[in-house]
């Protein structure tokens, strides 16, 4: 018959997620019973403080006593479910580590293999002959720079006691440039001639008013 029609396809198994959502939505539904459980027992024990001892009361504590056994129950099947979970998020955790473990370990040897197949094109010869060729072309360049900045006519030793004479010799002549005598100043013919203001002379006419 399944060679005729063909057989259903089998499905897929529910992975470590959907196992934690099923187990956590079946916790979350013992936790709704036993809330419900405890407000009973809270009304049975209200009723029972009311009551005095008698058959009354001891049909509302053979209640009471049922209740708490169906919660004791729960709370087993509560704590069994949130361990379960508990374990599958941590073998989730594991193989996700697993994971991130093994994509590293991928990387790195990929890394390796680059590496590898880089330094093969490397020449340790040919840079070293560039380092000297470099080396010579700047020994080169310096010559020519101190061969440009040769200084002409300038002798080549020149006696330092000689050059201070030189300097304090032209100190002295400034020093007398600056502390002679004015020509304008000086007496001579070419001094200034002294002002004297003198009484103006009196014309015949006014000889005689006066």
């Known amino acids: 018959?399944?060679?005729?029609?063909?057989?259903?396809?089998?499905?897929?198994?529910?992975?470590?997620?959907?196992?934690?959502?099923?187990t956590e939505a079946r916790a979350d539904g013992v936790e709704v019973k036993i809330r419900k459980l405890d407000a009973e027992l809270t009304?049975?024990?209200?009723?029972?403080k009311k009551l005095r001892d008698g058959p009354?009361?001891?049909?509302?504590?053979?209640?009471a006593l049922r209740v708490l056994k169906q919660k004791r129950l729960y709370e087993s099947q509560l704590a069994s479910l949130q361990q379960q979970a508990y374990?599958?998020?941590?073998?989730?955790?594991?193989?996700?580590n697993l994971r991130n473990t093994m994509a590293t370990v991928d990387a790195m040897q990929t890394a390796n293999k680059e590496m590898r197949?880089?330094?093969?094109?490397?020449?340790?010869?040919?840079?070293?002959?560039?380092?000297?060729?470099?080396?010579?072309?700047?020994?080169?360049?310096?010559?020519?720079q101190e061969t440009l900045g040769r200084s002409y006519g300038v002798p080549e030793?020149?006696?330092?006691?000689?050059?201070?004479?030189?300097?304090?010799?032209?100190?002295?002549?400034l020093l007398e440039e600056e502390t002679e005598t004015p020509s304008y100043l000086?007496?001579?013919?070419?001094?200034?001639?002294?002002?004297?203001?003198?009484?103006?002379?009196?014309?015949p006419m006014q000889e005689s008013v006066s």
């Open 1 to 22: 018959m399944n060679r005729l029609f063909g057989s259903k396809a089998a499905k897929a198994k529910p992975g470590l997620a959907e196992a934690i959502a099923s």
């Open 43 to 48: 009304r049975y024990r209200d009723q029972m």
């Open 56 to 63: 009354g009361k001891n049909a509302i504590q053979q209640r």
């Open 87 to 96: 374990n599958m998020e941590q073998a989730t955790m594991t193989t996700e």
């Open 117 to 144: 197949r880089t330094y093969g094109k490397i020449d340790l010869d040919k840079i070293e002959r560039i380092q000297d060729d470099m080396e010579d072309l700047i020994e080169s360049a310096n010559e020519v």
């Open 157 to 173: 030793e020149v006696d330092e006691a000689d050059l201070q004479a030189e300097l304090d010799a032209l100190g002295d002549d």
């Open 186 to 203: 000086q007496e001579g013919t070419s001094a200034l001639p002294d002002f004297i203001d003198e009484l103006p002379q009196q014309t």
